[in-house]
């Protein structure tokens, strides 16, 4: 890990996208008053919309309030932020605008040599980042071309590519530019407080990971539910569907957590040398099998959606039965399991072992009633609950489910940071071991093309908004 720098620049291609409104400029703001950013930082925004730097700054202030209610924000605080905000217009196919970019970069350079530490942010839909990255090397931006001391690191969104084919052009293109530890891929399911705590939470207690494996645990479901749809996002989620959108990246990484072996040490590439072997281990999905393990489904009125196509075949609910062929895992079903417009929104991860040999207590054809599970809830809770019988009270012998249950809300008092303004430290840190590497992101891509094609041409059952998602999911689990 590098030490904080005394300076740093994030450049934001998309400045005016959702994601920089409701994600990148609270956490930068939050960072900047917490005085955990550099002490000299810039943040320019780069967009296509005519704007003015007044108008941008006046921007950011209005996206602020209207998307980040707790946010301590008042006119002389965000004075002092808004002077290191500046906008720089480009059309991110053409190679002057970079040239803008780099004089921009340039003036606002203290020792005007272009020696300081630039962060480029990637907050564009997939298929502008190798646009972007060629046009940043053309203007002498790339992460080979400062010579001078300062680093040029680069944050790309998810979706990384929307296949494996366009995943590893868009890998060869960056990889031309920056070096692999300057590439950030950021997924930020990666920087929640819970999810960090898996790892946490199998290595560092001794009682849990001899059971870990395929000899005590029945299976594994994983499931990220949202009550919401689409949004606005339409256009977007024609291109994508859920399978790119939540299974790739999100859902596998959970997954990979859960699954992976003990890492050698917590060096950034041990711990992601494990969680590419859980990937590269996952058993291919073959046509002839896709019926039984893979389901896609749409809500109701998803065509209606702006921006949908009135015959879409898009999915916007997956559920996938994964099998990982190695000594660990052998033949314990993984159900994942992914929806918008459900019941609840919830991530959970649960973990259901096998029932004692012998059921003393009744009633007895119901072991499952009352199996150990260990349940990781990510959001809106952040639990870990461990499951067991007890007696029920009475005469009767009788066992009931029971939990203990850990709550960081309980547990810890500290505020918590956001995914956002965690990642954003770790990118400037230098710390790689919660972004995704080049191979992880390929192999995800590689399980998602086979199971695409699995289930190439049939069509995604339907489900009624705020349900459980389509009825024939029980067949997954069959
Ligand atoms: C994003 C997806 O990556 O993650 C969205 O594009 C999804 O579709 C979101 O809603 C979920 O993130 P979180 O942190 O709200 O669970």
Redesign the pocket.
Known sequence: MQEKPDNFTVVIFGANSDLAARKLYPSLYELAQWGHLPDEYRIIGVGRAALSQEDFRAQVYDKLLRNSPGIMLDEVRYQAFSDRLFYVRLDFFDTSGYTALYRELLDLSPDRALSEHILFYLSTPPDLAPVIVRNLQQAGLGGYSNSLGGWRKIIVE?PYGRDLQTARELNAVIGKVFSEECIFRID??LG?EPVQNIMVFRFSNGIFEPLWSRNYIANIEIT?A?DFG?RD?GAFYEEAGLLR??MQ??ALQLLAAVAMEPPVDLSADSVRDEKAKVLRSIRPFLPENAGDSVLLGQYEGYRSEKHVAQDSLVETYAAVKFYIDNWRWKDVPFFVKAG?NLAKTE?SIVITFKCPPQNYFGPAESCSYIANQVIFCI?PEETIALRFGAKRPGEAVITDPVYMKFDYKTSFTEAGMT?YHRLLLDAIAGEQMNFIRQDSVEYSWAIVDAIRSAVDGTFPELYPVHSHGPESVVKIYS
Do not use: A, G, S, V
């Open positions: 998810k930020h399911y929640k990220i949202e689409i996002r959108d939540i990246n999100h918008k991530t959001q995914p």
